[in-house]
């Protein structure tokens, strides 16, 4: 599966952004779904993961409460709601699926994720 991640770009402190990923082929609904976000200097840092069905979601510490994960599968399609930006949130963000798991499964490893996309620049000014 292929995957190209948009909807970055320059907001202010407090601002939102959508983020979304768009996959190819046809068994999107066969892959859990995640976004992960690394700043510079950083490692890759887990952001949210959404179910192969969108019924189960997780969030890092950082972002619970801020931002929104959901899919849709007819469009083949994740996306990241963010909300309440800070400066800290400001980072090259990836999505990622990953195969061959449970319809309820979250993924949080960034290693056991088997396709990435290009990521998307999100800069948050203070």
């Known amino acids: 599966v292929q995957l190209q991640a948009s909807g970055g770009g320059l907001v202010q402190a407090g601002g939102s952004l959508k983020l979304s990923c768009a996959a190819s082929?046809?068994?999107?609904?066969?892959?859990?779904m995640g976004w992960f976000r690394q700043a510079p200097g950083k490692e890759r840092e887990f952001v949210s993961t959404?179910?192969?069905?969108?019924?189960?979601?997780r969030y890092g510490d950082s972002v619970k409460g801020r931002f929104t994960i959901a899919r849709d599968n007819a469009r083949n399609t994740v996306y990241l709601q963010m909300k309440s930006l800070k400066p800290e949130d400001t980072a090259v963000y990836y999505c990622?699926?990953?195969?061959?798991?449970?319809?309820?499964?979250?993924?949080?490893?960034?290693?056991?994720?088997?396709?990435w996309g290009q990521g998307t620049q999100v800069t948050v000014s203070s």
């Open positions: 959404v179910s192969r069905n969108g019924g189960s979601t």
């Open positions: 082929g046809r068994t999107f609904g066969n892959y859990v």
């Open positions: 990622a699926a990953a195969q061959i798991r449970s319809v309820g499964d979250t993924v949080v490893l960034a290693a056991s994720y088997d396709y």
